[in-house]
Nanobody, 127 residues
Framework: QVLLVESGGGLVLAGGSLRLSCAAS????????MGWFRQSPGREREFLTAIGRSGGRTYYADSVKGRFTISRDNAKNTVYLQMNSLKPEDTAVYYCAATNRVDWNSAPSLHTAFNYWGQGTQVTVSS
């Protein structure tokens, strides 16, 4: 029903910034709440942030609150993750996700709340 493609990952020095994009196709992005997760080798997928269908509700993990900002542009069918003050421990593959489940925000940090996933984009932060 929806295809998600992340872009914008790369190599950045500690303290730097990156903006990730996730383009949605197949259905209008306004149909879905969106989220960002990350995963490092040997670790479980970690919730970062999520945003409601209209953009009025946002959720952030404590680890990124104040540094990362999620936003969406439904006219462009795109969700963004602005990442500032990056740290080496932010190094991971970053995934965008979408859900059309009406109760998704009862537990937005759970990856099982999301039923569509992008392919991921690598972010590497060096010091």
């Amino acid at each position: 029903q929806v295809l998600l493609v992340e872009s914008g990952g790369g190599l950045v020095l500690a303290g730097g910034s990156l903006r990730l994009s996730c383009a949605a196709s197949g259905r209008t992005s306004s149909t879905y709440a969106m989220g960002w997760f990350r995963q490092s080798p040997g670790r479980e997928r970690e919730f970062l942030t999520a945003i409601g269908r209209s953009g009025g509700r946002t959720y952030y993990a404590d680890s990124v609150k104040g540094r990362f900002t999620i936003s969406r542009d439904n006219a462009k069918n795109t969700v963004y993750l602005q990442m500032n003050s990056l740290k080496p421990e932010d190094t991971a593959v970053y995934y965008c996700a979408a859900t059309n489940r009406v109760d998704w925000n009862s537990a937005p940090s759970l990856h099982t709340a999301f039923n569509y996933w992008g392919q991921g984009t690598q972010v590497t932060v060096s010091s």
